[in-house]
């Protein structure tokens, strides 16, 4: 009895340039560059023409979880090639109705003053390939990567959070409103 395989393919849009060597993707486009490194023991990732092909490595007997992971692997490539062409972009609004909160981008960090009239400042870190703008009362977060502009957005969300107040009346904070690829798409 012959043991079943699984491959899968993924088209390259016209305007990317796509390098794979071993388990790294390098994708390039009109924004950028963008390279994830996808480690699993048993799926190949290859490119020919102009697609990229994932299949079990030789020998292995395929599973369903094979076929999930490489159905992962391959939304993350999708995702590096929206990033590639147009970018990413979540936005975040800044809501202070007790004591009027101050929000600057000092370097690799978001610094929120007077945060419910604390006299310290709190710091969110912005990951590197992100660019963080306050504009009046809205926090824009761009970027190439859609994991690294999620993730800077929930950290300045999470940098506001209260835990001690009753929410229904200190609802200060910086909220998202919009996630990275909800209105690019």
Do not use: W
Request: glycine share 8%; with cysteine; hydrophobic share 35%.
């Amino acid at each position: 009895m012959a043991s079943k395989s699984y491959s899968t393919e993924l088209d390259i849009s016209q305007g990317i340039n796509v390098d794979v060597a071993n388990s790294l993707v390098i994708v390039k486009g009109p924004k950028g560059q963008l390279q994830r490194n996808f480690l699993n023991p048993r799926i190949k990732i290859s490119k020919e023409e102009n697609k990229i092909i994932f299949k079990c490595k030789q020998g292995m007997k395929f599973s369903q979880n094979d076929k999930m992971i490489m159905n992962t692997y391959k939304a993350h490539i999708k995702n590096m090639f929206f990033g590639a062409v147009k970018g990413y972009t979540a936005k975040l609004k800044i809501c202070s109705g007790h004591f009027p909160m101050n929000i600057n981008v000092d370097g690799s960090n978001v610094v929120i003053k007077n945060f419910l009239g604390e006299k310290v400042p709190r710091k969110a870190k912005i990951l590197d390939g992100v660019n963080v703008q306050v504009q009046g009362d809205i926090i824009i977060v761009k970027g190439l990567d859609k994991e690294k502009v999620g993730q800077t957005a929930a950290t300045i969300e999470q940098t506001t959070r209260i835990t001690d107040k009753d929410r229904r009346i200190f609802q200060d904070g910086c909220f998202i409103i919009s996630k990275p690829g909800e209105e690019d798409e």
